[in-house]
């Protein structure tokens, strides 16, 4: 089963207020374990980015005007997701931003049914108790701590064990016995020769035949003899 996290970083709180997304971070799940595949780009907004934005996750723009629109990599975005599942974290809020880029370009909008929302699952999960990525991070002792300010393929990263905590599939010793399978087929790890074993003799020697008969002589009445 394939998913992709998704996040992405805005120059505001609504498409509909005219504001742009400045970064896509996508990563690729495989039976909710990341397969080391993602997309990641910055994009130009095509309008200023307002300070409050730039606080948050770092993006000016002076940096961002050399960086591609939305325009030209709306294909590999759509072609990385597919039309697989995808995890967010308040989905409505990413899903609008992505939409918003869409229909601008006249392609078909992303369907609300295909996202995931982690933010609802925690919610559901933990009623009543913090639900951001920070805090869910703590409640999973998820280490965080490179996350100074927000940025979509580090939120990607975070928001993937989250999610694998939150349904219950996190599995500890899968990912070291996927790594060592991996490194055994590049020949990182010595491959052990099998040593065959001497065949065992299974037919009885004359001894054991006696003292199987002495055996048998001690029971009353066996079941097979009825």
Excluded at 24 to 42: D, K, R, V, W
Excluded at 57 to 83: S, T, V
Excluded at 162 to 188: H, M, N
Aim: aromatic share 6%.
């Amino acid at each position: 089963m394939r998913e992709v996290v998704l996040d992405t970083e805005t120059t505001g709180l609504s498409p509909d207020e005219g504001h742009r997304i400045v970064e896509i971070g996508c990563l690729e799940l495989i039976n909710h374990l990341p397969t080391g595949q993602n997309f990641h780009t910055y994009l130009n907004p095509e309008r200023d980015i307002p300070a409050e934005a730039t606080a948050i996750h770092g993006l000016n723009q002076k940096e961002l005007i050399d960086q591609p629109r939305f325009a030209d990599q709306a294909a590999p975005f759509l072609g990385f997701i597919g039309d697989d599942a995808l995890v967010i974290h308040n989905a409505a809020f990413d899903l609008s931003f992505l939409n918003a880029e869409l229909d601008r370009l006249d392609l078909a909008l992303i369907e609300p049914s295909r996202a995931v929302d982690t933010l609802a699952l925690a919610r559901q999960k933990f009623p009543g108790s913090p639900a951001s990525l920070d805090a869910l991070c703590k409640r999973f002792s998820i280490n965080n701590s490179m996350r100074v300010r927000h940025g979509a393929l580090l939120d990607a990263d975070l928001l993937a064990q989250v999610y694998v905590e939150l349904i219950g599939a996190r599995q500890p010793t899968l990912g070291f016995a996927a790594e060592s399978i991996d490194r055994l087929r590049k020949g990182e790890i010595p491959r052990v020769p099998r040593v065959p074993r001497v065949p065992r003799e299974h037919s009885p020697n004359e001894a054991e035949v006696m003292r199987h008969k002495a055996l048998l002589a001690k029971l009353r009445k066996p079941i097979w003899l009825s």
